[in-house]
């Protein structure tokens, strides 16, 4: 023995695994192993570093670099962006899992409103949070960045573990074939766990690496322990289970303090097998060699001693969360499973009394944390599908095991430990828990709704729902300013779990109120409801700061992943303004959105925050492609639709209260300061610059594809902004018209990936609208206020001409479109809308140009336009084209207004529009050359000037009639 080895003294021994060539470590003293070096261990001679990284060819990930430890020389891994450390050399992450959908087979004659429900089963995102490897290490040795370290592991500490023969009055039986002893069938010890077995069931004989003259020879163990000797584990953990098997915590006649079953020898058995277990997190190569023990017998033993009357809870609560970490960072979900197969609900309980505890000395703050722990890797996403799964598959079997969580309970006490400091380790795993009981709240809600309307759809009476969300409870109980509150924290960790927490709330309570509507409408308001929650919970997190600098933060990071979160926080936020068709339609008169108490006004309430805060300027960071971090385009994408779903809100507001008038016009009405102040942000902040950039990039230039890709819709996104902001600022349009790109956004509006169906707007426009509304709108003003210069408007007609605008403007006028349809229609209408104001400049430019020189280039676009189609049924040019828009948009209009036929707010608005669009369109091309709203210029041929009052837009319908 080198007695200048201090580890060496204590019983320490440097040993070679036979089976795999790894050194390991082993004490003879307390039987404890283990792969690293324990602590004061001096080697004879210093380990030189090795370049066993540098034999394989493949080389290392982006971002990867790699080090070596100074005390053992051992090569581990650094990732610099997302700053975690690893042994192992780091690979390519495979692809998540299929997701698992917990909807019911579907049926032949399935109803809308059924489909929506599906749907809203289908939707729960249980892989949305899915950690690699390196990525649960990182976070279990707390590599946190910005982050105060704590650690409490102290106050639970080390004890050592001998293994001690169990008494004859231990085991009738055993353990392994449950032969009964007797004269005959005597009792044999293991040598290596201490348990009693048969002759049979310990027949083998190996040298074991132990101190004592019992082990110079080969000495006997059993079945259970050669199966690890075999893999090179002579420290099984199953010398661990003896006493976890045999103390029985309810009994208060235990062995005496020399023995196997008492509290003292049950409380080291779980503190070394939670170092065990620790020593797998930090390296878990060879887990299944190291633990052999099936789940179905260790998470039982470990369990038992949860019991408030034994003093091993605390570390029991211990030992099963390192279990379930492990577990979880090799993909074996079975030790959670058996959680809730042979715990259920009362082991589930005895986690939560853990957690209810008073106290704020560290072992308490310490065990909570690991209770916290422990629930967190029991409702994680992958541990919760997998059950589903097997339940869906064995029909009855172990079904309700999952419903034996308390949610609400556990809620509870997750945002009480996460709205506290003291051990930030505890406030980041509660913070993580909130989420993925969200997502849990979402199943079950779901579930419950999918049942009674699977009730209804076979005939059956109609019961209630046996599980109703809390989630909307939330914003009146404090539960969303805690998470709010919490985006703002030091700790890295703990912002970014609170604000997947808050996505999570906001989606699932959207996916709820989708079925619940759908649900009403499958029952004709018996069941279910109308009434939507999501508005509430928007409004909640704009109060609680949700828009404000601490998510500004989060986008700004140099880290993509924490940057994207942030990004799809902020985007659930506003996004429904794009997805949902009323929530780009056309608003009523002076709209005050502090008056709407819909879900659309909370959106366009978090848009003005966004505008007017801190996140306008780091989303403008994360979509400029020459930013000072290389940003993917998947976030480049979020981030660009964010602006578009801003855009929007902002847009429709100001059209609202300019009456035509832009600026001057809302401030005049007295439009909300906010909003006045978010108009302004917008140009000030350079947005028209961001999306111009956008729109100019190679990188998302289409290639001629109508494929929905990341490119297509930044582009897609980029023409919103521009369109929206054109809509409702002078300011904006004036920018635009000096920097002469009207010929652009055509050029980019004719590209045949622009001209498909939106996938990102609700109302399936196709993708050019924004653009088309942006070169509509230069149009008419440059007509409305012409600068002076005699060739002015004449060289802008010109310029829309020659890059072909009279055959896009056709294309998009005679477009197939479902007049019928409640939603698909409406982006259509407004497509048309858009098209049928530029055919009025185009004309109306041309009438007013004195040199007839633009009304020759316009009459020879068109004809050229015309001799290029040959449908006799339809339109043969674009006069023809617009004159068929009129009588359609009329006729609807009729039904609409004196037949009764509602198809909703949004497509009635948008079917005005394109009434009067269409009515500006056929005023032009009937002769008249007042710009709307203008008063020069002449409306019949051969009459100028008239009376403004003349002028409105009723009078184009009499234009059109005298004509």
Not at 693 to 707: A, C, D
Request: aromatic share 6%; charged share 20%.
């Amino acid at each position: 023995m080198n007695t200048n080895n201090p580890a060496g003294m204590k019983g320490w021994v440097k040993s070679v695994d036979p089976k795999s060539g790894r050194t390991f470590y082993a004490n003879h003293i307390t039987r404890k192993t283990q792969w690293e070096p324990p602590e004061d261990w001096v080697e004879e001679s210093p380990l030189p570093p090795t370049d066993d990284h540098d034999s394989t060819s493949d080389p290392l990930p982006e971002n990867w670099e790699v080090m070596h430890d100074p005390t053992t020389g051992k090569p581990f891994y650094v990732d610099h962006e997302r700053r975690i450390t690893q042994w192992t050399r780091p690979r390519a992450e495979k692809q998540a899992k299929q997701k698992v959908s917990y909807a019911p087979a579907s049926t032949t004659n399935t109803s809308a409103a059924m489909a929506r429900i599906l749907q809203a089963n289908s939707a729960i995102n249980y892989q949305a949070q899915t950690r690699s490897y390196s990525q649960e290490a990182s976070y279990f040795h707390h590599s946190h960045s910005g982050a105060t370290e704590v650690d409490f592991s102290d106050s639970l500490p080390a004890l050592d573990f001998s293994v001690k023969k169990v008494a004859d009055k231990y085991r009738l039986e055993c353990p392994h074939c449950d032969t009964l002893f007797t004269l005959s069938n005597r009792r044999h010890h293991c040598r290596l766990c201490g348990d009693v077995f048969c002759n049979a069931c310990s027949s083998h004989r190996v040298s074991l690496p132990l101190e004592g003259t019992e082990f110079e020879k080969p000495v006997r163990i059993c079945d259970f322990c050669n199966e690890d000797v075999q893999q090179g584990n002579f420290f099984s953990m199953r010398r661990y289970l003896t006493p976890l098997q045999l103390f029985d915590p309810d009994d208060p006649d235990y062995d005496d303090e020399n023995g196997v079953a008492n509290p003292m020898n049950v409380n080291a058995a779980l503190a070394g097998l939670t170092s065990d277990l620790d020593q797998m997190v930090q390296n878990a190569e060879g887990f299944d060699e190291k633990l052999t023990i099936p789940p179905k017998i260790l998470v039982p033993c470990i369990i038992k001693h949860l019991s408030s009357k034994s003093n091993a809870a605390d570390r029991a609560v211990r030992a099963l969360s390192s279990l379930l970490s492990v577990g979880s960072m090799v993909g074996k979900n079975d030790f959670a499973r058996s959680v809730y197969l042979d715990g259920g609900r009362q082991t589930l309980d005895q986690i939560l009394v853990i957690l209810e505890r008073s106290g704020s000395d560290r072992r308490t703050l310490f065990v909570q944390e690991q209770a916290a722990q422990a629930i967190f890797h029991l409702t994680d996403s992958q541990v919760l599908s997998a059950l589903m799964a097997e339940t869906n598959v064995s029909g009855s079997k172990d079904e309700g095991m999952i419903d034996a969580l308390d949610i609400q309970r556990t809620l509870r006490n997750m945002l009480d430990h996460s709205s506290t400091s003291k051990n930030p380790n505890l406030q980041r795993w509660s913070a993580a828990t909130v989420r993925n009981l969200v997502i849990e709240d979402q199943r079950r809600a779901c579930l419950a709704i999918n049942d009674v309307a699977a009730r209804v759809a076979s005939g059956e009476p109609l019961v209630g729902l046996d599980y109703e969300s809390f989630l909307d409870q939330l914003a009146s109980t404090g539960g969303i300013m805690i998470l709010c509150s919490l985006i703002g924290a030091d700790d890295s960790d703990t912002r970014a779990h609170a604000t997947g927490a808050l996505g999570a709330t906001l989606t699932s309570t959207r996916a709820i109120d989708g079925a619940m509507s759908a649900l009403s409408e499958m029952t004709g308001g018996a069941a279910g409801r109308t009434d939507k929650k999501d508005g509430d919970i928007v409004r909640a997190i704009t109060a609680g700061g949700g828009c404000g600098s601490s998510v500004s933060q989060l986008l700004l990071s140099a880290d993509n992943t924490v940057a994207g979160m942030g990004c799809e926080f902020i985007s659930s936020l506003v996004l429904p303004l794009l997805t949902d068709p009323e929530g780009s339609a056309t608003l009523q008169h002076r709209y005050d959105y502090r008056n709407d108490q819909e879900g659309l006004g909370a959106c366009r309430e978090a848009a003005l925050e966004i505008a007017s805060g801190s996140c306008l300027p780091a989303l403008l960071s994360l979509v400029r492609e020459n930013g000072p971090v290389s940003r993917p385009i998947e976030l480049r994408k979020t981030a660009m639709e964010t602006l578009a779903a801003t855009a929007v809100a902002i847009g429709e507001m100001g059209k609202a209260w300019a009456d035509g008038k832009y600026e001057e016009g809302i401030e005049k009405n007295g439009a909300p300061a906010t909003l006045v102040r978010a108009i302004s942000v917008l140009i000030e902040e350079q947005v028209i610059d961001a999306a111009l950039e956008v729109l100019r990039s190679s990188s998302v230039q289409s290639l001629g594809s109508t494929r929905d890709t990341p490119a297509s819709r930044i582009r897609e996104a980029a023409g919103i902004v521009l369109g929206e902001l054109s809509s409702c600022s002078a300011e904006a349009i004036m920018e635009l018209h000096s920097r002469q790109i009207l010929s652009s956004l055509i050029l980019a509006s004719n590209d045949t990936s622009m001209t498909a169906c939106s996938t990102l707007r609700g109302d399936s426009a196709p993708r050019c609208l924004g653009m088309l509304e942006a070169a509509s709108a230069i149009l008419m003003f440059a007509w409305q206020h012409p600068s002076g210069a005699s060739s002015e408007l004449l060289d802008r007609l010109i310029e829309a001409l020659d890059v072909g605008a009279i055959t896009y403007l056709f294309r998009v006028l005679t477009a197939k479109m479902d007049w019928e349809s409640r939603d698909k229609s409406s982006g259509g209408m407004k497509a048309r809308s858009a098209a049928c104001r530029l055919v009025c400049c185009l004309f109306g430019i041309a009438l007013s140009d004195e040199t007839a020189i633009g009304m020759r280039r316009l009459m020879d676009a068109c004809d050229t336009d015309q001799s290029g189609h040959r449908n006799p049924k339809g339109p043969r040019n674009i006069m023809e084209a617009v004159l068929t828009v009129l009588q359609n948009s009329l006729n609807h209009s009729h039904r609409m207004l004196i037949g009764g036929v509602s198809r909703g707010v949004h497509y009635q608005a948008a079917l005005l529009d394109l009434v009067e669009s269409a009515l500006l369109a056929t005023g032009s091309m009937c002769g008249s050359s007042v710009a709307p709203g203008g008063v020069e210029g002449v409306l019949i041929k051969g009459v100028r000037n008239l009376d403004n009052c003349f002028l409105k837009r009723h009078s184009y319908p009499i234009a059109n009639c005298f004509f």
